[in-house]
């Protein structure tokens, strides 16, 4: 077993993807491969109980290290600034 299982057992696992947010698909392709949800959420719970900075995660973190902030910022808040749940500028409907 794993620092990622460890850390994130299947039961919490099954509680946290009934929770959290459904990966957007870009309409033009491409992108960024995405990172594990499972070892993002195992890296989050491993900084609040380590008292580490994400920058000084452990390599067993491995590729979450290389594109940490935004990875962070995506699983935790969610779309951008400006966008709504479905991707567009502004509240559905256009209206502000």
């Known amino acids: 077993m794993g620092i990622v299982e460890r850390l994130v057992p299947d039961r919490l696992w099954e ?3 009934d929770v959290a947010p459904v990966p957007l698909v ?3 392709g ?8 499972r070892a ?5 719970i491993f900084v609040a109980t380590s008292g580490c900075t994400w920058r000084q995660l452990p390599p067993v ?9 935004s990875t962070l910022y995506r699983l935790v808040e969610g779309p951008s600034v400006g966008q ?9 409907g256009g209206e502000w």
């Open 15 to 17: 509680i946290f993807k």
């Open 26 to 28: 870009r309409a033009q």
């Open 30 to 37: 491409g992108g960024r491969r995405r990172c594990d949800d």
């Open 40 to 44: 993002v959420l195992a890296a989050i």
């Open 61 to 69: 973190f491995g590729a979450l290290l290389a594109d940490s902030s």
């Open 84 to 92: 709504g749940a479905s991707g567009g500028a502004g509240p559905a």
